[in-house]
């Protein structure tokens, strides 16, 4: 990374102007790579597999496996993750990510082999595929950071203003994609800066409405092929959260004029996947409810499940239903208040239920009643929601959508305990209201099982 600062004299980084992958392409990239790269090491393993129990590797012997490139969604799936360009770049991160991915399908399949008929899952092949999966995606995705990492596809980009937003905005820049070259411009060098830089994108770092002489010369930039970028806009696609101290009423009402958009099918869709998920979920908890009813009664008694009002969509109240983590009578002194991190009232059986996320297992019913989603923010209690709409900006836009048993907030950011940990997840529900889709409702009910997995709850 070089950052050159214009203020003093723009040096120049490169003298040809090269486009570069934008976030969402570096993402489709990956993906298809992830995809060609499982292909290939499903059909090697079925070959190699062919080689060892002396079969003939013909396309009769491979069609009759077929059922074995299911594997290659279920790696595409568990990468999704990893498909930002901050990952990819990174070996760490690319590695930690392919083991976690490698470590949870293999528990997947364990538990597959568990319940299917003997010799329904010849186990070898398993191996193989795992083992060949991850050797070749390594190996791609080692070549996708050497190749992107050079310095002819080194991004270049243009920060216009100065003091502490240009400073944030080179920040994110490095934070999102650390093989970039940045050049902090003043507003009277800008057409220069991107002229002697090379740069592709520029970014919009001022306070206020850009002046005439300014917005002449983004107009210049735009003429040229040059992405505009506003400091909002960076947060947002570098963050995933939507930067509430960074955006006015205007903005909040223009973004989500599509995104909260009422439409029959959508609502349809949603609904009907939140109920079939519900009676998924109700369908395999049977077997664990009554070992945690047990827990509970053995260590503290009744009642085993919990009711509390919480605030729903529009504002609207309803019981949320969980299995008590806490003591009887938890705010019978204090009154509503934060759980802290290592709050006394929670039982050693609920503390084990909240790392789990399985005290929340009774949700499913509330998502049935139509009082929750499966996915969606996090359904607060009225007394915390009335104080937080008087302290953070727009707190009340969360409200635009069905509470969720889990969301694109609980995900990143576990749990709120004050009030700049409940703004910072407001920035994630603002994110996922204005983005929101099933495939990143898909995506969400992944990570989660990633948290239960990792016993990373609260």
Known sequence: METTNARAGVVAVSSTARRTLQASEHRILLACGDLIAASVAVALAIWVWSITAGFPFTPAFLARRAQWFLAVPAWVLVLLPSHNVRTALSARRTTAALARGMALLLAVYLATYFYAPPRALPRLVALYILWEGALLLLAWRLWYLWFFSRGPYLRRVVVVGGGSRADTASRLLREAQPATRIVVSGTDRLVDSVEESGAADVVLATDGQPDDTLLDALLRCQERGLRIVGFAQLYEETLQRVPVEHVDREWLLTSFAEAISTRDASRIVKRAFDIAGALGGLVLSV???????????????????????????????????????????????????????????????????????????????????GEMSLVGPRPERPELVAMLEQQVPFYRTRLMARPGLTGWAQVNRPYGDTVAGASEKLEYDLYYLKHRTLAFDLWILLKTVGTVLGLKGR
């Open 287 to 369: 077997v664990a409810a009554p070992v945690i009813a047990a827990a509970i009664l053995l260590e503290d008694g009744r009642p085993v499940i919990f009711r509390q009002t919480r605030v729903g969509r529009g504002g609207a109240l309803f019981d949320i239903l969980k299995f008590r983590t806490m003591v009887r009578d938890a705010e019978k002194d204090e009154g509503p208040r934060w759980a802290a991190a290592d709050d006394p009232r929670v039982t050693r059986a609920g503390r084990f239920l909240r790392r789990t996320r399985l005290d929340e297992l009774p949700n499913l019913l509330n998502v049935l009643r």
